[in-house]
């Protein structure tokens, strides 16, 4: 049972614009999204996170929307640089619980 | 500051052998976990240690045990090694539990055969 689905595996975007990363989640306990950012041969790195108490959420060219009642986030990249292109995996957790549940990933490649 | 380390980066093992991953953090996180990452798959929890002296299993915790040596380190077992276990393995820890920002060590890549 897929609790946190990343619908598209990759994606390829020119660079200068913008990419949406989408992520559906079905447990409605969860309440605190993050986005993860994975290099080849490296561990994942934090991107950036939202509390169910808002809907967006902005750090610099990255910003994260949050539908509830969609039980939908997306990822915005804005412009989309070379240095972007990695794997991207959406993670949801509720308070209280002491785990996070990771999607499956969507790559991306954001062509010079 | 190291953050995670994680030894070895690879390793090829033979069915039915055994062999412990090894992870540490400079961080003073009292949250730690390990995670296999597969095609297709994500990242799926095996085991976690929520604060020392704890551990819980995750999502795919069969084949797998696991130890708090003490704040600092979390170590992998696997004792009898199959090749349903070839897969990345990272290990990541946290100050609080849960929604906490978690950061993960470089990985370790293992093969069975």
């Known amino acids: 049972d897929q609790q946190v689905k990343q619908n598209s595996p990759s994606l390829s975007v020119q660079e200068g614009r913008i990419s949406i990363l989408n992520c559906d989640y079905t447990?409605?306990?969860?309440?605190?999204f993050l986005w993860y950012k994975k290099y080849p041969a490296e561990g994942p790195t934090f991107l950036i996170s939202i509390s169910s108490i808002k809907d967006k959420n902005e750090d610099g060219r990255f910003t994260v929307f949050l539908n509830k009642s969609a039980k939908h986030l997306s990822l915005h990249i804005v412009p989309s640089q070379p240095g972007d292109s990695a794997v991207y995996f959406c993670?949801?957790?509720?308070?209280?619980?002491?785990?996070?549940?990771f999607g499956t990933g969507t790559k991306l490649q954001v062509i010079p | 500051n190291a953050g995670v380390t994680q030894t070895p980066k690879f390793q090829v093992l033979k069915t039915g052998q055994s062999m412990t991953l090894q992870c540490a953090q400079d961080m003073n996180h009292n949250s730690m976990y390990w995670y296999r990452q597969d095609p297709g798959m994500g990242l799926r929890l095996i085991y976690y240690s929520a604060s020392e002296g704890t551990t819980d299993k995750g999502e795919v915790p069969n084949g797998y045990n696991v130890s708090r040596l003490n704040k600092r380190e979390f170590s992998l077992r696997l004792e009898s090694a199959a090749p349903s276990q070839t897969s990345v393995y990272f290990c990541?820890?946290?100050?609080?539990?849960?929604?906490?920002?978690?950061?993960f060590g470089p990985g370790t890549r293992l093969t069975v055969l």
């Open positions: 993670a949801a957790s509720s308070t209280g619980y002491q785990k996070v549940t």
């Open positions: 990541a820890s946290s100050e609080l539990r849960g929604v906490d920002t978690q950061y």
């Open positions: 447990n409605s306990m969860f309440d605190y």
